[in-house]
């Protein structure tokens, strides 16, 4: 009877795990599943010797081990050669394609935690052992055991390896160091080092309160199930009941793999764990066969390492620049090194405070980050490679520029001069940026060789640089196609929509979001200087704050004679609706575009989707809306018949639209 209840127990909570992990599809409430896991606790304190091997109980941890038992991997554990830019991806395809005719590959994250291995024996996970040296690894079957994402029991009786990672997320490292800070224990480095660190503990009940996540990604017997591409075998071992990536994707060629590979570049921040890299792999597994192996790596697969983000150098000099708004940063000066594709001599500090919390030194060792494409920052100071010479910050009480004293307000130093040379080049170059006018060919070296030369002293002077065509043509470095295309840049700024303008203008605390909602609001600029105070804090999202310094704006005569002086050019002071259109097919839907289309381009599709209030992505998951398809269409086709995601071609796409 007892037994007959743990028994209907441990299925209820296999088959929860199955539908939570595998499935991603829960089926039973957190209290639900704490309720029927405490009353197997129970039973099984109570009647010890009821207890079943692989009780999902396991998961609690409490095994503690002498020693690591060495395990011998049948087939070794390989690792993967690296590829590091575009070009040696091709280099890659070509080898490939001298042996495999149109090969498919199947993209995957490369997930930065520990490889291992799982054995399971007819349907039941019998050993977890890590990577070591590829042939001997180490057993950790009982802290594999703890990991909520790797089943205990799989779908069917098999006997069968699979290889995978074993990670730890973002936010469970989050939540692991600040329990540490508390305590006052060392930080775990990086979700690498956490996760290994976790699995090589003699006592379960590290690696079981630790949090750790899995995913599969490597069947090494698929011929032995009749499996003939590595897709099947990622799709079979989900239907067994393991985690694989959702982000998995087959591809077409090397214009879908270089896609995949810049989306996720630029998309990787956004996922709960790191990834240090894509992996690409040979889909055909006759054909990885033909291929085979050097001594290291499998020839049929690659990793492309994503690159780094953050480097060491040295801290030579500190020193100081003055913002737009007069705000003084200082900034650290170089040895230079190469960080994510350039070289980087100089990266920001923020303000004084910074340095001092972070104890920055000039002479330094420092780690110097960049995210995205963020200015490059010194993230903290190695204090270990300190020799003694290394020499205080002391902040500045003057402007570099104009030597004028600064004044201090919240954490940042200001110079508050407004006749401050370095003031009006930073406006200047703030007018022309991207999401103000938007001017092309005037880089910010050229503004202040400008601004120095008498070329351009207002914003206005941009307007003006027609009539002196002759002279800039004149400059070193300076042709005549490189002065049209500017002139013709700064004209067609002069239709830009007001918002533009209002933040091109450089008022304080109007960033583009302001501006654009001042813009959606007074329609064009005679509205908004005619405007009050209290009208403005009305206005949703428009505090007191900006209010103020809007209203302080226009009551300064040298602005009003500045819009004045625009208005004459004939740039654009209304605002132009290019709105989006309230379309309830696309509304906050996520759409997947593949194959190629006939009418339009895909990224005329992406924009027409955006505009109408949807978004795209670029792969399929069961949050797909629709997939639009063209001709041609790749794996993403496939994927959305298989999860029942709505096919639309161009053709009903454009209907939609219309
Ligand atoms: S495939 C023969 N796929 O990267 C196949 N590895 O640098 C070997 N890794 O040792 C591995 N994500 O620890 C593969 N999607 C993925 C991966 C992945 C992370 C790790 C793995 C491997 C290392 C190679």
Redesign the pocket.
Known sequence: MIEKRMQEIIEIINKANYDYYAKDNPTLTDQEYDRYMQELLKLESKYPELKQKNSPTVRVGGVVIDEFVKVKHEIP????S?VFNESDIITFDERIRKEVKNPIYVC????D???VSLLYKNGKLVRGAT?GDGVTGEDITHNVLTIKEIPLQLSEQVDIEV?G?IYMSKIALENINDLRKEKGETLLANPRNAAAGSVRQLDSKVAASRNLSN?I??LPNSLDYGIHTHYDALEYMKKLGFKT?PNNQKVNGINELLEYINYWTENRNNLPYEIDGI?I?LDNIDNQQRLGFTAKY?KW?T?YKFPATEVLTKLKEIKFTVGRTGQITPNAILEPVRLMGSIISKATLHNEEYIKMKDIRIGDIVSVIKSGDVIPRVEKTIIERRNGDEIQFVMTKNCPICNSDLVKKDSSYYCINPLCDARKIEGLIHFVSRDAMNIEGLGENIIEDFYNMGYLRFISDFYNLNDKKDELMELEGFGEKSINNLIDSIENSKNNSLERLLFGLGIRYVGNKTAKILSVYYKNIDNLINTTYEQLITIKDIGERIAKSIINYFNNEENIQLINKLKQYKVNMEYIDEGIIDNIEFENKTFVLTGSLKDITREEASNIIEKNGGKTSNSVSKNTFAVIVGENPGSKYDKAINLNIPIWTEQEFLEKIK
């Open positions: 554990m390989l690792s993967l690296n995957e994250l490369k997930i935690g520990l490889s990577r290889r990672e995913f990604y490597h990536n992996v792999k499998p697969a990793a």
